[in-house]
T-cell receptor
Framework: SAVISQKPSRDICQRGTSLTIQCQVD?????MFWYRQQPGQSLTLIATANQGSEATYESGFVIDKFPISRPNLTFSTLTVSNMSPEDSSIYLC???????????FGSGTQLSVL | AQKVTQAQTEISVVEKEDVTLDCVYE???????LFWYKQPPSGELVFLIRRNSFDEQNEISGRYSWNFQKSTSSFNFTITASQVVDSAVYFC??????????????FGQGTRLTINP
């Protein structure tokens, strides 16, 4: 199984600022994803973090708002830019290994925007 | 488009009762995967099961069992003799065929299960 470390675990931010969330995996993974879970809601895929190239965003999410980096096979960052209260959510990193049936999730970053 | 529906928003039962969580899905793919995840109060998502669309055998793992019926596009989850530790939000999810070794999941809305002592 994967050990996924997400930092920070929670943060309270002011409107208009940006927060970068880090996701570190203990081994090389095939793919990394970022999900959002709004309060009391389900998980929605934001984007696939591609190693060495631009992330692939899902409908409704754009790079200017959620820039993503993945410089290597074990690390990725998600930035929530120009935050508003509507961005208050849990952000989760998930990883997958080629040939492995499971998608592993980090413990999430709980973001509150005032 | 793929869609997962968990019609039960919240369920509350007394300990030791059996409880079934419903999951209905929509997809145009002939090959797909179905998942159940558990999200306890700590927040992390715990993988429970993956089932591919060609395998309609029911599965049992201890007190947990899953009933996959392609004819009704359902993948229901039953907990037998429930325990307080089973209290969590349970998500059903669907993914397209594995691409480049990855899984992109579409999640249902989740069912909040509360087991009362």
């Amino acid at each position: 199984s994967a050990v996924i470390s997400q930092k920070p675990s929670r943060d309270i931010c002011q409107r208009g600022t940006s927060l970068t969330i880090q996701c570190q995996v203990d081994s090389q993974v095939t793919m990394m994803f970022w999900y959002r879970q709004q309060p009391g809601q389900s998980l929605t895929l934001i984007a696939t973090a591609n190693q060495g190239s631009e992330a692939t965003y899902e409908s409704g999410f754009v790079i200017d708002k959620f820039p993503i980096s993945r410089p290597n096979l074990t690390f990725s960052t998600l930035t929530v830019s120009n935050m508003s209260p509507e961005d208050s959510s849990i952000y989760l990193c998930s990883v997958a290994y080629r040939g492995n049936e499971k998608l592993f999730f980090g413990s999430g970053t709980q973001l509150s925007v005032l | 488009a793929q869609k997962v529906t968990q019609a039960q928003t919240e369920i509350s039962v007394v300990e030791k009762e059996d409880v079934t969580l419903d999951c209905v899905y929509e997809t145009r793919d002939t090959t797909y995967y179905l998942f159940w995840y558990k999200q306890p109060p700590s927040g992390e998502l715990v993988f429970l099961i993956r089932r591919n669309s060609f395998d309609e055998q029911n599965e049992i793992s201890g007190r947990y069992s899953w009933n996959f019926q392609k004819s009704t596009s359902s993948f229901n989850f039953t907990i037998t003799a429930s325990q307080v530790v089973d209290s969590a939000v349970y998500f059903c999810a669907l993914s397209e065929v594995e691409i480049q070794g990855a899984q992109k999941l579409v999640f249902g809305q989740g069912t909040r299960l509360t087991i009362n002592p």
